[in-house]
């Protein structure tokens, strides 16, 4: 168990939905990253969050927006769904922004149909 | 831009037998590199990290070595095992910390 918490584990919605996934960063990290994994590619880098503020962005569609709160768990918000953003989204966690090693989540499964 | 690759998408190794995945990255800049473990249906999981001013290191089983001058990353597996079996990524950290993966190598043990 890595210590980062993400829910739901698995979503099904349908194309042109909104949805929220959700992560708890492990105790004391203060720096969360959200990844998106499609079938048979590695990770794609979305989007990273340090202390509340955005610090670093990636190929993150415009549709997709993401946020840390003041308990530094962070949100990741997919809308206008398309069959194209099934994938695995994973949140990792480290205690600082850079030169530390992240921690991930297990990962929510989203099914776009 | 930057990126990292690894050489081969697929190794079969004996059981017992000692495995090596490769990794190559082009930010030279990079600072900062680690290696996971992916196992079907689960997140990706630490094994090892290195930083730019170190050449070798060892952990429990897994050895990486860094070449910074091709730029050049491997995994060493002591005697592998069956629960070995899993995506291997490596990757590489900005100076914002974001991890730029590779596409991974999967590594099959034959029993």
């Known amino acids: 168990d890595s210590g980062v918490t993400q829910t739901p584990k698995h979503l099904i919605t349908a194309t042109g939905q909104r949805v929220t996934l959700r992560c708890s960063p492990r105790?004391?990290?203060?720096?969360v990253y959200w990844y998106q994994q499609s079938l048979d590619q590695g990770l794609q880098f979305l989007i990273q969050?340090?202390?509340?503020?955005?610090?670093a962005k990636g190929n993150i569609l415009e549709r997709f927006s993401a946020q840390q709160f003041p308990d530094l768990h962070s949100e990741l918000n997919l809308s206008s769904l398309e069959l194209g953003d099934s994938a695995l989204y994973f949140c990792?966690?480290?205690?600082?922004?850079?030169?530390?090693?992240?921690?991930f989540g297990q990962g929510t499964r989203l099914t776009v149909v | 831009g930057e990126s990292v690759g690894l050489h081969l998408p697929t190794l079969s190794v004996q059981e017992g037998d000692n495995s090596i995945i490769n990794c190559a990255y082009s930010n030279s800049a990079s600072d900062y590199f680690i290696w996971y473990k992916q196992e079907s249906g689960k997140g990706p999981q630490f094994i090892i990290d290195i930083r730019s001013n170190m050449d070798k290191r060892q952990g429990q089983r897994v050895t990486v070595l860094l070449n910074k001058t091709v730029k050049h990353l491997s995994l060493q597996i002591a005697a592998t095992q069956p629960g070995d079996s899993a995506v291997y990524f490596c990757?590489?950290?900005?100076?914002?910390?974001?991890?730029?993966f590779g596409q991974g190598t999967t590594l099959q043990v034959k029993p």
């Open positions: 969050y340090y202390n509340g503020e955005e610090r």
């Open positions: 990792a966690s480290s205690v600082e922004g850079s030169g530390t090693e992240a921690f």
């Open positions: 105790s004391g990290d203060l720096s």
């Open positions: 990757a590489e950290s900005s100076e914002t910390g974001k991890l730029i």
